[in-house]
């Protein structure tokens, strides 16, 4: 017997995922300062796994159990399966939690991780390395904006929150299903359109950053090779630069370099990860925001 009638609305999806998120965060919270205790500069390079790991124990508790996480019993909803007719399986129920916790993490890992290999392989001819590494770049920028596309799609239409449970077709049903709230449903319609034009527009912005980052570096680089002499001197700078070159925060070469509004420079997932924690400079106490971030290119 399907029970599509009953599908939960868009108000009781939020208001679950809100209250599993405030366990989430505790727990992150008590892991964080655990983590804090035993070592300074640990903390600095695995922090961002606390979060993982309080999200995905979290949910699996509940899978494993066979029981509704805190914020589907709050809201009165479970977890059905693509026909709305029974539970789903164990396996897809742990395939999606780890799609929606981990797949952004590892699919920015596996990027990172392709860029440096492309950059270190001789293989390539230079045109066609440049080539790839500008896609994966256009890629790293995409990649975080994906989600929030899809959430507005969901206040827009209702479905799916996360995109594993669209991947995995996992639904969400009201056990009593009389008391679906259906007069915030335009609300809901008109946030998702004014969050995905400002989510859209300022993907565009932060291409056509790209663009311009990419494009000034092409020409100081072409501007290094019109004299042997003044290459030379660059060149040698940037080599007693770089050994000089490391993070105050992981204390480790730079890595996929950043630079900050306030022009401090630091490794990509490092500054990411303190920015979770504070949205200030780690060096001068200045404000700054994730979405005022920089990558460098041929820095």
């Not at 920028?141 to 959430?151: A, D, F, L, T």
């Not at 008109?190 to 859209?200: A, E, N, W, Y």
């Not at 997932?269 to 400079?281: G, P, Q, S, T, Y």
Request: glycine fraction near 4%; proline fraction near 2%.
């Amino acid at each position: 017997m399907s029970l599509y009638h009953a599908i939960a609305g868009q108000a009781e999806i939020i208001r679950t995922i809100q209250k599993d998120q405030t366990y989430i965060d505790e727990l992150r919270s008590n892991l964080s300062d655990m983590l804090l205790m035993i070592s300074q500069k640990n903390w600095f390079k695995y922090n961002h796994l606390c979060k993982l790991i309080a999200e995905i124990s979290y949910h699996h508790y509940a899978i494993l159990n066979n029981l509704q996480t805190l914020g589907e019993e709050y809201t009165g909803i479970i977890q059905v399966d693509s026909q709305y007719s029974e539970l789903p399986n164990k396996a897809v129920q742990i395939l999606s939690i780890c799609l929606e916790y981990g797949g952004e993490y590892f699919v920015t890992k596996f990027l990172a991780k392709l860029q440096n290999e492309i950059r270190k392989n001789d293989d390539f001819i230079p045109e066609v390395r440049e080539k790839f590494i500008k896609w994966i770049d256009f890629i790293k920028i995409v990649v975080p904006y994906v989600n929030g596309i899809h959430s507005s799609v969901f206040y827009i239409k209702g479905g799916r929150y996360h995109i594993s449970k669209q991947l995995t077709s996992i639904n969400y049903i009201l056990v009593r299903n009389w008391l679906k709230e259906n007069h915030s449903v335009y609300g809901f319609k008109l946030l998702g359109i004014f969050t995905l034009l400002q989510l859209l527009l300022s993907l565009v912005i932060k291409l056509k950053q790209q663009y311009l980052l990419t494009k000034s570096a092409a020409t100081v680089k072409s501007n290094q090779f019109s004299t042997s002499s003044s290459s030379s001197a660059l060149e040698l700078n940037k080599n007693s630069d770089g050994n000089s070159r490391t993070c105050t925060l992981c204390m480790e070469p730079l890595t996929d370099i950043t630079v900050t509004e306030c022009g401090h420079l630091f490794c990509w997932f490092c500054i990411l990860n303190w920015l979770d924690e504070k949205e200030i400079c780690p060096i001068c106490r200045e404000t700054i925001k994730k979405s005022k971030l920089v990558p460098l290119q041929n820095y």
